[in-house]
Every structure is written in structure tokens, then in C-alpha cells.
């Protein structure tokens, strides 16, 4: 895929809608960073949103595992993107699996209003269910990129981030003490370990 930083899409209209998704790990951010760096060397006009309660590493920028930063809106609601998306060609959204459903909206409306709008969030979550607005964004995309980790048991292309801590919640913030990217087959051997010690 050829992404155009002229804001033009692949079919010439202006406007268009970029996911890219994957586990923890996977190149997510720094894949979000370097599509918007580009634009700015296009002199491209270039906002960057992240939901508020990621504030992990910084209150305003968003930050890789890498430690590659861009300044960013932190943001409490999808609507609050549509307020404040203001007289620029490109709008980032890191972390979007974090927003609420009318993210999908938002985001289809500002790809109609003719911004590119490239959004990188987490397909599915520690249990491996898809997580929040992330697939009906990535079903109304026009493309959509998925990147891998390499599974940390196996050396393969990890598929999923599974969860180290015993919480059920679907919201936990956390790092590499929390969460560690693993492929579909290393994820089906912890499931049948976790079954197994159940039972006793
Ligand atoms: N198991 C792993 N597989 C791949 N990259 C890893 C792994 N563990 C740490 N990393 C680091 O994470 C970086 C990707 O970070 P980032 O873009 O923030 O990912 P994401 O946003 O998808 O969580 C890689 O460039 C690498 O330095
Ligand atoms: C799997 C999973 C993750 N999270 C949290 C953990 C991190 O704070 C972010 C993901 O960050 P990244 O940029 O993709 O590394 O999400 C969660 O809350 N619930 C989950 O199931
Ligand atoms: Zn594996």
C-alpha cells in the first residue's frame, strides 16, 4: 500500500480512513508516528489525539516502547475529536480502543470531511476478544495494516498481548510486568496450563 501524503487516497479523493492494529508490542505507535512524520515533511498540518486515561508515559505526547514521542490532545470523548479537529489535513488517534463507540462515527465523518485520518489501537484484548470500536473501525476503513510482536516464548509473529497479572478487567494500563506478546500457539498452550491448574 501506498499512502499518499498529498492526502489524496489511492482513488484520488481527498479523505480516507487508515487503521493499524495488532497486540502490545507489535510497532503500533511507531508506525502511527512515522505516517504522520512523513505528512509533516510534506508540510502537511498534522493533530495527534490519545484518550486522557492513557497517561502511562506522558500526560500530552503520545510514546513507543521505543521511546519515540509526538506531541498530542489528550481527549475524553470521541466527540470532543470532531470539536477540536481544527484547520489541519491529518488527524492521528493512538489508542483508540480506548474510546467509546462513537469513535466510529467520528472518525467516519472526519474521512468524509476530507481529513486523512490514520487511528492505531489494540485489535483484541489480553483474552483475546476483540476490543471496543476497534472492529467496526477497522470495517469501515479504507485500509487497514495489521502489525506484529514477536511472540516472547517462540521467536513467531505474536498475535496477541497475554495479561501476566491476575485481573478480569478489560482496562488495565500496563507494560511489560503486565502484558507480554504471544502467538496463537503459545497463547493455546497457557489457556490449556490455566485450565488444567482450575481443576486442582
Ligand atoms: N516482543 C517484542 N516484539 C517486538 N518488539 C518489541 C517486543 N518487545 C519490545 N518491543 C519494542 O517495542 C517497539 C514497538 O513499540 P510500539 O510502537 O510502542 O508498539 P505498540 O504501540 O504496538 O505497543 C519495538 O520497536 C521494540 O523496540
Ligand atoms: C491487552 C490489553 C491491554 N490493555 C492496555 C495496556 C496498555 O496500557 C494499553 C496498550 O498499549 P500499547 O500501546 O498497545 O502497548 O492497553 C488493556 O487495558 N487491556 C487489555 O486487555
Ligand atoms: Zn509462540
Do not use: W
Amino acid at each position: 500500500m501506498i499512502y499518499f501524503e498529498s492526502n489524496f487516497n489511492s482513488t484520488g479523493k481527498k479523505g480516507s480512513l487508515e487503521v493499524i492494529c495488532g497486540s502490545m508490542f507489535s510497532g503500533k505507535t511507531e508506525e502511527l508516528i512515522r505516517r504522520l512524520r512523513r505528512a509533516e515533511f510534506a508540510k502537511q498540518r498534522v493533530e495527534i489525539f490519545k484518550p486522557a486515561i492513557d497517561n502511562r508515559f506522558s500526560e500530552d505526547e503520545v510514546v513507543s516502547h521505543d521511546h519515540h514521542s509526538i506531541l498530542s490532545t489528550p481527549v475524553d470523548s470521541s466527540q470532543n475529536i470532531l470539536l477540536l479537529a481544527g484547520d489541519v489535513d491529518v488527524i492521528g488517534i493512538d489508542e483508540a480502543q480506548f474510546f467509546d463507540d462513537g469513535i466510529v462515527d467520528v472518525c467516519n465523518k472526519l474521512a468524509t470531511m476530507g481529513f486523512r485520518v490514520i487511528v492505531a489501537g489494540l485489535d483484541m484484548d489480553f483474552r483475546g476478544v476483540p476490543f471496543g470500536p476497534m472492529p467496526a473501525l477497522m470495517a469501515i476503513a479504507d485500509d487497514v495494516t495489521k502489525e506484529h510482536a514477536i511472540c516472547v516464548r517462540c521467536g513467531s509473529p505474536a498475535y496477541v498481548s497475554h495479561r501476566l497479572v491476575a485481573d478480569n478487567k478489560q482496562v488495565l494500563l500496563g507494560e511489560k510486568d503486565e502484558y507480554e506478546p504471544i502467538c496463537r500457539h503459545c497463547f493455546e498452550a497457557e489457556k490449556q496450563k490455566q485450565s488444567k491448574g482450575s481443576l486442582f
